[in-house]
C-alpha cells in the first residue's frame, strides 16, 4: 500500500492522509489535489465582492480607456453601435385599450413626437445647457461602460421661453455617491445606497463635488430620496448593469480583461521602443591618437561625444569615441515574428471577456463573407441587449417623466391619464429606434427583408425600424415624391433593379 500511495501521490498531487477524507465529485471543488491546493477563495455576497475594489477598479478602467488603444476601442464600438447619434422616440399608443382609430391613434402620435422633440432635442433639457437628450445618452452610456455605473437625477426647474418644460436631466458620475463621511457599509447603506429591508432603494447620498477635484475639497453630502414621498415618481435613475441579487453598485466592463488589456498595453510598448530602437542608425568613431579626438563633436550637426551624459540613440547620430574605446553591438531582434500572432490570441481572449468577436474588436474582416457576417450577428446580439437595457433603464422612465409633466401643462390631451394607471401606460406605448446593423451586402439584406415581409415574417414598419428609420416618414416621403413625379409628367414608376439577383461571396 505504500507504494501505491505513493505512486498515486506523485500522479494526483494528493496526500494519501487525504484519501479517505475526499468525497467531493468535482475536481474543481477539490483542496487537496496539488494543482487546486493554492487557489484561495472566500464566499462573499455581491456588495463584499465589489465594493472594496470599485474605486481602483474605476480608476484603471478609465486609465485604459485614455491610453490603451484596444480599450478605448472596446467601449468606443459598443457606444457606436448601441446609443450611435442616439435613440429616437417612436409614440406607439395602445389603439385598442384607448379606443382609437388608426388616423385617430397616427395624429395622437404625431403631436407627442413634436413635442418630445421640442424637449430632447433642446440643450435646455440638460440643466448645464449643454447637450440635448440624444448627446446625453453618449455619455450616459460611456460612463456606465468605464466605471460601472452613473446617477441621472430629473430635477425640476422653471421653464424657458424656448423650453416650456420643467423636467431637467442632471448627471452625476459614480464617484459622488458614497456613504457619508467614509462610514462603512451596513445592511442599510452601502456604496452610498441607502435601502430598506428588502433591498429596495430608499435615497442616494452623494457628495457635493467629486471626490478627485483639484479645485475644491467638498465634505457634505446630499441626501436625495429615490421616490417622490407623495407622487411616487423617481427622483434619480440609477443606470447600471445588475449582475448578482443584492448588487448595489455596477462593475465597470472591463473588470474582467483589465489584466490582460494592461499586460497586452506593456507587451505592446515594449515591443514598439525595441523595433525603434532596431531602426536606429548610429555611426561611431574611433580615433587612434589623442591628438585626433575632438572633444567638441563637432564634425557633424548629429555628433555626441563619449563623455556626453545625455547621450541618447537617435536616427544619423555620429558618436565619438575617446582613444581605446569600443563597442559592442546589440541586435534587438526586431520586429518579433511571433508579435502579431501572439497578439490576437490575447485579443481573442479579451473579446471573449468582453462578449464582442475579435473581428469587430480589432475592427479588421479579413475572414469569408459568412464568417464575417456570423460575427456582426453575434455582436448584434450582445448591442440589442444592451440597447433593450438603455431603453428600460434611461430613455422610458425619462419620457415617462416628461410625459406626466407634458398632460398636466395641457400641451397634450390624454383623458384619463392620471385616473387610471392601465390608460396612463397605454399613452405612453413606445419604441426607440437606433443606428442599424452594419451590412456586409446590403442587396442581400435588401432581399432578406422582402422575403420575410413577403411571408408575413415581419412588417414594412419593423424593418424600417431594423434600418434605423420611420415608416411613418418614409411613406409620407415617398407618396410626396410620387405626386411630384406625376406632376412633373414622369409617369414612369421607379423600378429597383431585381433584388432576387443578389450577389456576394457566401
Known sequence: MGIFHRLLTSITGIKPGAITNYHGAFHGGSVVRRDMSGWRTRTGDADADTLTDLPKLRQRSRDLVRNAPLAGGA??????????????????????????TDEAAGEWEGKVEREWRLFSESPECDI??????????????????????????????????TLPFSLRIQLIEADRVSNPNGQADSKQIAGGVERDAYGAPLAYHIRDIHPGSEVERGRSWQRIP?????????????????????????????APVITALKQLDRYTEAEMNAAVLAGMFAVFVKTPALEDFDPTGQQS?????????????????????????????????????????????????????LGIPVELLRMHFSASYSASRAALLEAWKLFLTKR???????????????????????????PGYFSDPGIRAAYQGAQWVGPAPGQLDPLKEANAAVVRIGAGLSSIDQEAAQMGG??????????????????AGLVMPLVAPDIQQGTGNG
Request: charged share 20%; hydrophobic share 40%; glycine share 10%.
Open 128 to 161: 448645464t445647457r449643454t447637450q440635448n437628450f440624444r448627446q446625453l445618452q453618449d455619455v450616459i452610456f460611456r460612463s456606465m461602460l468605464e466605471s460601472g455605473d452613473v446617477f441621472v437625477a430629473l430635477p425640476m426647474r422653471s421653464g424657458t421661453p
Open 226 to 254: 429615490a421616490f417622490g414621498s407623495q407622487s411616487g415618481r423617481r427622483n434619480l435613475l440609477h443606470i447600471f448593469h445588475r449582475t448578482r441579487p443584492g448588487q448595489s453598485r455596477g462593475v465597470p466592463v472591463l
Open 75 to 100: 467601449v468606443s464600438t459598443q457606444a457606436m453601435n448601441v446609443v450611435g447619434t442616439g435613440l429616437a422616440l417612436q409614440s406607439r399608443v395602445d389603439r385598442k385599450a384607448l379606443r382609437l
Open 301 to 353: 550637426e548629429t555628433g555626441a561625444t563619449a563623455a556626453d551624459e545625455d547621450l541618447k540613440m537617435t536616427g544619423g547620430t555620429m558618436v565619438n569615441l575617446a582613444p581605446g574605446e569600443d563597442i559592442t553591438s546589440v541586435a534587438p531582434g526586431r520586429p518579433n515574428q511571433a508579435f502579431a500572432q501572439f497578439v490576437e490570441a490575447v485579443q481573442e481572449q479579451i473579446g471573449v471577456g
Open 470 to 487: 420611420d415608416f411613418d416618414q418614409i411613406h409620407r416621403q415617398r407618396a410626396k415624391e410620387e405626386r411630384m413625379r406625376q406632376e
Open 388 to 414: 433593450g437595457w438603455l431603453v428600460d433603464s434611461l430613455c422610458t422612465p425619462v419620457y415617462q417623466t416628461w410625459m406626466d409633466e407634458a398632460v398636466a401643462l395641457g400641451r397634450i390631451q390624454a
